[in-house]
């Protein structure tokens, strides 16, 4: 028969591969995001997010300046707002034939996502990640 200490040991064990498994899904690096950003969004809104990416020159309207859209909205950053930017991005409703295919950002599993009306949103994980990158870069 096992001993009661085995038998908290284990439960410890068990318990630590939870919060490993927990803390590795739900928070998607930072660079996770930066990468994505600089694949799908700099050419446009600059290396740094300020609007002056190569294919900004000319355009009209200029790409947004990322780095000030937390400032612009009363200093909290709009989670609803990029969503939903993204998500118009991805259904053709927004941007030219020079729009990047945003497909990949849908892709991984879902993870939850704090929008601006306090309610946890399922996310894909790199639009997650894009998301907590683009808040990083406000000033
Ligand atoms: C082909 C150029 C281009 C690319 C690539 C691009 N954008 Fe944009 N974006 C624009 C332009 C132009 C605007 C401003 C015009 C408008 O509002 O439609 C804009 C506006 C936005 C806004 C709205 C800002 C506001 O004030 O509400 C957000 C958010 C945004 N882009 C995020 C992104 C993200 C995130 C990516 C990458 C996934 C991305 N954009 C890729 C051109 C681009």
């Known amino acids: 028969m096992m001993q009661p200490k085995m038998f908290a040991m284990m439960g410890g064990l068990a318990g630590a591969v939870l919060i490993l498994a927990c803390t590795t899904q739900d928070m998607p690096e930072n660079r996770e995001g930066a990468a994505i950003y600089a694949e799908n969004c700099a050419m446009c809104h600059g290396a740094t997010g300020r609007g002056n990416g190569e294919a900004a020159a000319g355009m009209t309207p200029a790409p947004a300046d990322l780095t000030l859209l937390a400032r612009d909205n009363g200093g909290a950053f709009p989670v609803s707002r990029v969503l939903s930017q993204v998500d118009g991005y991805l259904k ?3 941007g030219g034939d020079d729009m990047p295919e945003f497909g990949a950002l ?3 599993d879902l993870v939850p996502v704090e ?5 946890m949103t399922p996310t894909p994980r790199p639009l ?12």
């Open 92 to 94: 053709g409703e927004k």
């Open 106 to 108: 849908l892709e991984g």
């Open 115 to 119: 929008t601006d009306d306090g309610v």
């Open 128 to 139: 997650a990640a894009l998301l907590a990158y683009l808040e990083t870069v406000q000033r």
